[in-house]
């Protein structure tokens, strides 16, 4: 039980974190919100992210350092359409 509620305590910790990094990214608190800490029968800790609106995920990926000189790189072919 103790390593279940170690692993729950990591999980919510770390969501939380990641809930703000979203919300100081631009994310709206209500998507961000969606972000919670779970944790598997075995007591394997895990971040559950949800689904982001297409204007949330750019604002996340323009927050996140995606290449090694800080350039974006071009999205997939088949992403555009």
């Known amino acids: 039980m103790d390593?279940?509620?170690?692993a729950?305590?990591?999980?919510?910790h770390v969501a939380a974190l990641l809930r703000f990094?979203?919300?100081r990214a631009g994310?709206?608190?209500g998507e961000a919100a969606?972000?919670?800490?779970v944790v598997?029968?075995?007591g394997r800790a895990y971040v559950e992210l949800g689904?982001?609106?297409m204007g949330?995920?750019?604002k996340l990926c323009e927050a996140l350092p995606l290449a090694g000189d800080g350039a974006a790189p071009s999205p997939p072919a088949d992403s555009l359409g």
Do not use: F, W
């Open 40 to 42: 598997t029968g075995s």
């Open 21 to 23: 990094a979203l919300m």
């Open 8 to 12: 729950r305590a990591e999980a919510d």
């Open 3 to 6: 390593q279940y509620k170690s």
């Open 34 to 37: 969606r972000v919670r800490g």
């Open 51 to 53: 689904a982001l609106r």
């Open 56 to 58: 949330s995920a750019v």
């Open 27 to 29: 994310v709206p608190e």
